[in-house]
């Protein structure tokens, strides 16, 4: 058994961790690999890991352009004055 088995084993649960959790806030502690190559018997779980990892982050990109697309179509509505009743055509 590799002698750093137990700190990958951690490094990989912290991760999925994360991942379950996608909405709580990430351990702001910067992130330090074990010392050594991932040990042979973890490569699968580790790859998982990175599969989740990268459709989250997929999935946050499209998220974020949306985002920005619908602040940029609330700026485009002009400002009207109080006393004029305004109406937005959301479907033209």
Known sequence: MPDNLTEW???LEQFE???DAADETLDPRAFEPP???IP?????????????????IS????S???VAREIAALRR???GRD???IYLDVEG
Do not use: K, N, Y
């Open 83 to 85: 006393d004029v009743p």
């Open 59 to 62: 999935g946050l990109t499209a």
């Open 17 to 19: 961790r994360a991942l």
């Open 64 to 66: 974020r352009a949306h």
């Open 40 to 56: 042979d018997e973890l490569r699968a779980r580790a790859e998982a890991v990175l599969t989740r990892q990268q459709l989250m």
């Open 9 to 11: 084993l951690a490094v």
């Open 77 to 79: 509505v002009p400002s």
């Open 35 to 37: 010392s050594g190559p």
